[in-house]
């Protein structure tokens, strides 16, 4: 089955730096990647995803960028604010026709953005 | 955007009771709903999937008769946790997803303690 391997564990950054989160997958029919946040007691929410006919996608700070051939993506978060501060997480899956399959997630980043 | 609401929230509940947690999709058709299950500062973990009208498929380790799992309509699923003990303390999540939607809507989890 797939397997998502997500680094570092925890990410510290100076409010205004960039912020990088590298994923890794391993089933190569994985097709739909999206990164969420958490905050403390709520549920993942969205914020950003790219199927595997895009090589990346950007929204206002964020983007993701998609290596099929390396199975690997990335989380780029530009022009850190304190309030970025949560825990990232990126996941891989599957859509066969008008089916999503089950979502696999990375262990989750840690990130503190200190002002 | 497509919602799914999760109730309750919190619950707190005497070892050997049992707990039901309830998710509806709001505006769409939820054909597949998957529970996960969070310890803390940990990742979620797929605990089941349930496509309506059938029964759930549990993944492995996870007690189908302990986690109780109900998807008899195209917006609610339920997910009772019976005979609770204090080890069944977690955070529980769910996801729904749909042929119209790309992609998954969480709840916003349920925090359950079990004294």
């Known amino acids: 089955g797939e397997n998502v391997e997500q680094h570092p564990s925890t990410l510290s950054v100076q409010e205004g730096d960039s912020a990088v989160i590298k994923c890794t997958y391993s089933?190569?029919?994985?097709?739909?990647f999206p990164w969420y946040k958490q905050e403390l007691g709520k549920g993942p929410q969205l914020i950003i995803d790219i199927r595997s006919n895009v090589g990346e996608k950007k929204d206002q700070r964020i983007a993701v960028t998609l290596n099929k051939t390396a199975k690997h993506f990335s989380l780029h978060i530009t022009e850190t604010q304190p309030e970025d501060s949560a825990v990232y997480f990126c996941?891989?899956?599957?859509?066969?026709?008008?089916?999503?399959?089950?979502?696999?997630f990375g262990k989750g980043t840690k990130l503190s953005v200190k002002p | 955007g497509a919602v799914v609401s999760q109730h309750p929230s919190r619950v707190i509940c005497k070892s050997g009771t049992s707990v039901k947690i309830e998710c509806r999709s709001l505006?769409?058709?939820?054909?597949?709903m998957f529970w996960y299950r969070q310890f803390p500062k940990q990742s979620l973990m797929l605990m089941a999937t349930?496509?309506?009208?059938?029964?759930?498929?549990?993944e492995q380790g996870v007690e189908k008769d302990k986690f109780l799992i109900n998807h008899a309509s195209l917006t609610l699923s339920t997910l009772t946790v019976a005979s609770a003990h204090p080890e069944d303390s977690s955070f529980y999540i769910c996801?729904?997803?749909?042929?119209?939607?790309?992609?998954?809507?969480f709840g916003s989890g349920t925090r359950l303690t079990v004294v």
């Open positions: 996941a891989a899956s599957q859509r066969y026709g008008g089916s999503q399959g089950n979502l696999i």
């Open positions: 505006d769409f058709q939820a054909t597949t």
């Open positions: 089933d190569s029919a994985s097709n739909y």
């Open positions: 996801s729904a997803t749909s042929p119209n939607n790309y992609g998954y809507t």
């Open positions: 349930s496509n309506e009208g059938s029964k759930a498929t549990y």
